[in-house]
Every structure is written in structure tokens, then in C-alpha cells.
């Protein structure tokens, strides 16, 4: 059998494993040949890339250390939010594991688009499972670490569609959102006391780095679980090697070239050398060119044969690539992402770059209506409360201009109406300010529109509008800037 990705695939071919919908209905069954109807269903559904029986793949056998029928079981735990089954699922793939003997990573798993998180969690968890028996776990220990993989991203089921499967780069503030995921997933089953201590740990904090600059809580490797070294591995792993909307698959020596380049900053250095004895550069069953430009199949690459692995060309031969005599000869992966090192951190330091929070200052007499507007703001700014407009003019001499002011307009002493006076002269009229009160008689709207207020909010008022006003008058002044 080999790997075909579906823009290469024919009518005529014939598959070599079935294909599966996102709730485990067989799409086409093994052995059928494709035709045109077929293909173009597949692309509908999103698939990357099918496996198929011909004459040159003849006597290439590709095993999945984890039986379809179990994957598929898995997956749909998951999308059920299934935690009793999930744990079940978890003991059944370690004793599936551990009975596989010589255990290789050549398969690719065939997915969908709409089913990535399912899928992603059941490949993690037989990485994990692999990589935990590679370091010499328990069975016991190994239930606990495939598990804390099944569970890890159940909190991405709370995630928006459109941030999950955004095509380009999240916006910092889409991040931070994405972030939540991990915390989402730990109280989905911080409850639990049948649940280890360790899958939770685990389940929180599989996005921290060994070097403290992870989330949530950015633990340094001395204090992150083995569990949770590993499963962040196997996480990043099979993100790299994944289609997503945003990006191509990385082919898997480009991903264990940044699994290296990340060691003892972002991964374990002991993790990723366990997962590499058992990741072949060059699947068994993917073509390749070779640098005299001669096209190939992987045929074998065990032991030695993981660099320089034995290829059958299309004539039929095979050629040794460890022999010496061919050491000149080169190979390319024809699944190439065109991946550069230095381009991904580049993005993703942009992405997880903190956002610049606006401040903005909210001047009420009222206590109760302070509270309800620091709730609404804090979650995406910076909020400074004042309880008069005199304390709001001494804060000011003391204190940068904040982007935005809300002010009330009814107070004691001093009115919203001359506190905004004496603030827009103080600031040389460059603050906004949106008055948010519950008057809304004709002379006090007018006395506001003199001033050139930026807006005017009546109470009651609901949260979305006061967020909507507030994000017009700080983009309008951002264009103006």
C-alpha cells in the first residue's frame, strides 16, 4: 500500500483502508476503486491524501498500532464529551499498544476537516502511548497519560467555529480566547474524583514550555509532570503534521526538526528522543525524489534505514540508500510543506504577542454602576474607577490620559457635564468621552452634543452595546492617530 494525496489520486486506483466519515460511517470500503463521484465526495469532505494497492506498492504492509474500529470509538467519545468512555477507550489503546511488539509511526491518519479535534485527540494519545512505553511506564501509568490525551482538548469543544478553523493567523485577542481551551478542559473534569490527580495536571498544563514560557501558568520543566512534558510533545507533534485550514502538513522530518530545535526551550529533551525512535523520517508507503530527480517509494526504514531508508523506484528496483555507494543520493518527500523554522516562530511570536489594552477610565458616584462596567471592560481593558470627577481631575494631573472616559452625568459637587469640561481641557481635547447615564432630557442631550461628547449611552443598557460604542470610538480614534 502507499499514501496518494487526494490531488494526485485517479479514478481507477484502488484503496488500500477504508475511509471513514466524522462519526465513524464508512464513506468507501477497502479494496473499492475510486471513481470521480468518489473523489469528488472526498474532497468535499476534506480528506488530505488516501492510501492505495497497485503494483508499486506491492508487499509494502503499513500497520496502525491502534485498530480502526478503536480510533473511530475513540473519536466519537470525544465529540460525546464521554469521560466514563474515554477512560474505557484509554485502557483499551494501552493494551492494543503494548501488544503491538516493534511499534513504527507510518501510518497517516485519514481524516476530515470536521472532525481535527477528534481525530487530534486520538492521535495524541497513541503518541503519548507509545512514547510513555518507549520510557518505560507502568500499565497503570500509562492508562493515566493516554487518558489526560483523550481529554486534553475537550475544551476546544467550547471554542467558536470560526477562531477553531480560521484560515489565516489569529488576532491576538483570538488567541488569547484559544488559550482558555486548556483551562476549559481541566474544569470540564476538575470535579471528578475517580479522575488522577496526574490526567488533570496534565490536562491544564500540556500547552507550558520547559522553559517557563507556556500557559496557563507558566510552569518552567522542573515543575511540570512527565505527564505533561509528554503529552505536550505529542500535541505539538501531530498539530505540525496535520492539515489545518491556516497551514499545509508538515512532512515528519520537518516536524522533528523543530521538536529538536525546540528542545529545553519548549520540549523535553528526553520526550523528544523517545518519540523520534519511533517516528520514521520517511513513512513507509510515501513517495519521494530523489536529487537525481528520479521518483520512489518508501520500502523499508527500520533501524538505520530511518535516515537513509531503502526506496523502490518505478521500474521496480530497489535501491539502498545507507550503501555507500549511494551516499550521494538525496531524497525529497513529495508532501513537502515548505516549512522554514524561522517563518513559524516569526508568526507565532506575533500571535501570542500580548495585545495593547486601551485604558479607560469610568468616573460614577454610584458603586453599583462602577462594578457593572468593570465587569463588562476588564476582560479586554484597562479599567480605572473614580468615584467623583474631582478624584477623576486629581488622577489626571498625576497620571497619563487614558484612551477613553465614561462618565456619568447626574453626581454630587461637580456634574459629569463640568467634569468633562475640565478634562477635555487638561487633555487638550485628545480623550473621547462617552457619557453613560440614565438622564436623557433634551437639555442635558444638548449641553452633551456641545461639548462634541463621542457618544451617549442611556441606562439600562445592555453589555453589547456599551462594547459596540466603545470599539467604534476607539477604532475611529486609532484611524485618526
Not at 475511509?19 to 471513481?35: A, F, K, N, Q
Not at 477512560?87 to 501510518?107: F, P, T, W
Not at 497620571?399 to 475640565?422: C, F, N, Q, S, Y
Request: hydrophobic share 40%; proline share 4%.
Amino acid at each position: 500500500m502507499r499514501y496518494v494525496p487526494l490531488r494526485e489520486a485517479e479514478p481507477g486506483m484502488v484503496l488500500a483502508a477504508d475511509l471513514y466519515d466524522s462519526v465513524g460511517r464508512t464513506l468507501i470500503g477497502c479494496h473499492c476503486e475510486l471513481t470521480e463521484s468518489y473523489l469528488e465526495k472526498l474532497e468535499a469532505y476534506g480528506f488530505d491524501g488516501i492510501y492505495i494497492e497497485d503494483k508499486l506498492s506491492e508487499g509494502i504492509t503499513i500497520e496502525s498500532v491502534i485498530t480502526p474500529q478503536l480510533r473511530q470509538e475513540g473519536q466519537e467519545r470525544i465529540r460525546a464529551c464521554d469521560i466514563d468512555g474515554c477512560k474505557l477507550i484509554a485502557r483499551r489503546m494501552v493494551e492494543e499498544i503494548l501488544s503491538c511488539g516493534n511499534v513504527s509511526l507510518d501510518l497517516t491518519d485519514l481524516r476530515s476537516y470536521d472532525d481535527y479535534t477528534y481525530a487530534h485527540s486520538v492521535n495524541v494519545a497513541v503518541y503519548c502511548g507509545v512514547i510513555g512505553m518507549g520510557m518505560g511506564m507502568s500499565e497503570v501509568e500509562l492508562g493515566h497519560l493516554v487518558t489526560a490525551a483523550l481529554l486534553h482538548d475537550l475544551g476546544k469543544l467550547q471554542i467558536p467555529d470560526e477562531i477553531l478553523n480560521k484560515p489565516g493567523r489569529l488576532t491576538q485577542e483570538e488567541y488569547l480566547i484559544m488559550k482558555s481551551h486548556a483551562t476549559l478542559s481541566y474544569q470540564i473534569i476538575s470535579e471528578r474524583w475517580d479522575i488522577s490527580a496526574h490526567i488533570k495536571e496534565a490536562v491544564l498544563h500540556h500547552h507550558e514550555n520547559v522553559d517557563g514560557s507556556g500557559y496557563p501558568d507558566g510552569l518552567e520543566g522542573a515543575q511540570q509532570t512527565i505527564f505533561t512534558r509528554i503529552l505536550h510533545v505529542a500535541d505539538v507533534y501531530d498539530a505540525l503534521t496535520s492539515r489545518r485550514p491556516y497551514k499545509e502538513p508538515y512532512a515528519p522530518y520537518e516536524a522533528t526538526e523543530y521538536l529538536m530545535g525546540g528542545c529545553g526551550i519548549m520540549f523535553d529533551r528526553e520526550v523528544v528522543e523517545t518519540l523520534l525512535k519511533y517516528v520514521p523520517l520517511y513513512p513507509k508507503g510515501t513517495m519521494v525524489t530523489l536529487s537525481d530527480g528520479r521518483e520512489a517509494i518508501i520500502y523499508e526504514n527500520f533501524g538505520v534505514h530511518n535516515l537513509r531508508p531503502v526506496v523502490r523506484l518505478m521500474d521496480g528496483e530497489l535501491l539502498d540508500l545507507s550503501n555507500e555507494a549511494n551516499y550521494h543520493i538525496t531524497l525529497r518527500m513529495k508532501t513537502e510543506s515548505g516549512f522554514s523554522t524561522e517563518e513559524a516562530e516569526k508568526e507565532r511570536n506575533e500571535m501570542i504577542r500580548p495585545p495593547v489594552r486601551c485604558r479607560i477610565m469610568v468616573v460614577d458616584d454610584m458603586k453599583t454602576n462602577l462594578q457593572m462596567l468593570r465587569g463588562i471592560l476588564e476582560p479586554l481593558y484597562d479599567v480605572i474607577l473614580m468615584k467623583s470627577g474631582h478624584q477623576a481631575l486629581l488622577y489626571l494631573k498625576k497620571h497619563p490620559a487614558p484612551d477613553l472616559v465614561l462618565m456619568d452625568i447626574d453626581m454630587p459637587e461637580m456634574d459629569g457635564i463640568e467634569t468633562a469640561k475640565r478634562i477635555m481641557e487638561m487633555t487638550d481635547h485628545t480623550v473621547p468621552i462617552l457619557f453613560v447615564t440614565a438622564l436623557c432630557d433634551r437639555q442635558t442631550v444638548t449641553l452633551c452634543r456641545n461639548l462634541d461628547a463621542a457618544g451617549y449611552i442611556v441606562r439600562p443598557y445592555k453589555p453589547v452595546f456599551v462594547k459596540t460604542e466603545i470599539k467604534r470610538i476607539l477604532m475611529g480614534r486609532s484611524e485618526i492617530e
